[in-house]
């Protein structure tokens, strides 16, 4: 109150003002923070176990922002908008849980591998449709929305009548350039195949990498002890300089690591040839009779 016993001065109420309105748009922002946080898991049924994920993969350079695609075991790839926390697109890709599943930087090429039960690889492309999905800024598209189409199902030419991996697949990853995809499956005996994305042939495959199996794999782009390969992230929207970069990191030799499911091991593999790169030599001899690899600590 003022010294009169009045009202308070203006300066003051606008002041309680300002601290009111500061407050209220705190609040506000509180609020949507917390409902953006729960949107990933609020986009799944309750109670409905069908829809845990089994495998993720990101796509950083995606045109609309960066992505995570997903791999549930309701049989459903989702494809999710990491900075807006939702779930932009989902489809049934596996008649069982998807087991396994690789996707390029740009979000544009996909691949999904199916449990025990299904056991196909299956190559999808992101077709992006207009006028589906369409988000727009201030009267422009922000960015056209899509599906992914499936451009065929990966099988080996001498078992066309067979999924890629009858026991399973257990994971899937793309090659340095994004030209070819490695897959192995749940059977002990079964081979890395390496797959062709632009003709879907099988071009070459490691037999044996190790006892007992692959538990998992992951593609170094340039290589071992190499200076790494830049980002394209900091190229998007720029093709010319996306293909320059991915064309370095294929011309380093890409390196493929598999991980053994009961040998311990963690083998180094060059993509060019499928030789394997010289490191610690495995106990009782390396993979494929002779061949060197790195015994994981």
Not at 194 to 201: E, P
Request: aromatic share 4%; charged share 25%; proline share 7%.
């Amino acid at each position: 109150p003022g010294s009169d016993g009045g009202a308070p001065p203006a300066a003051h109420v606008g002041l309680e003002s300002s601290r009111a309105a500061r407050l209220e748009e705190e609040a506000r922002l509180a609020e949507e923070a917390a409902a953006a946080e729960a949107l990933l898991t609020s986009q799944r049924a309750k109670g409905n176990p069908e829809n845990v994920i089994r495998c993720m993969a990101a796509a950083p350079d995606a045109p609309e922002g960066e992505l995570l695609l997903t791999g549930s075991r309701d049989g459903a790839a989702r494809r999710w908008r990491a900075e807006e926390r939702r779930c932009a697109r989902e489809f049934m890709s596996c008649r069982s849980p998807v087991s396994a599943l690789a996707v390029s930087s740009d979000g544009g090429e996909l691949l999904t591998g199916g449990a025990h039960g299904d056991g196909e690889l299956r190559h999808y492309r992101w077709t992006p449709v207009a006028g589906v999905d369409q988000e727009y800024v201030e009267g422009e598209p922000k960015h056209l929305g899509g599906a992914y189409v499936r451009v065929r199902t990966l099988r080996a030419e001498h078992a066309p009548e067979r999924p890629a991996h009858p026991r399973g697949a257990v994971t899937v990853v793309l090659s340095a350039d994004e030209r070819f995809a490695y897959s192995v499956g749940a059977d002990p005996e079964e081979p890395v195949v390496q797959w062709s994305l632009a003709d879907g042939s099988q071009k070459t495959r490691i037999d044996a990498p190790h006892r007992g199996g692959v538990a998992a794999m992951c593609m170094l782009p340039d290589g071992v002890g190499g200076k790494a390969v830049p980002s394209v992230r900091g190229s998007r929207g720029n093709p010319a300089a996306v293909a320059v970069e991915r064309a370095a990191a294929a011309a380093k030799g890409g390196r493929l690591i598999t991980a053994g499911r009961t040998d311990g091991n963690l083998c180094v593999w060059a993509v060019d040839a499928i030789d394997p790169v010289a490191g610690g030599a495995a106990a009782g001899g390396g993979p494929g009779g002779g061949a060197r690899a790195r015994r994981s600590s």
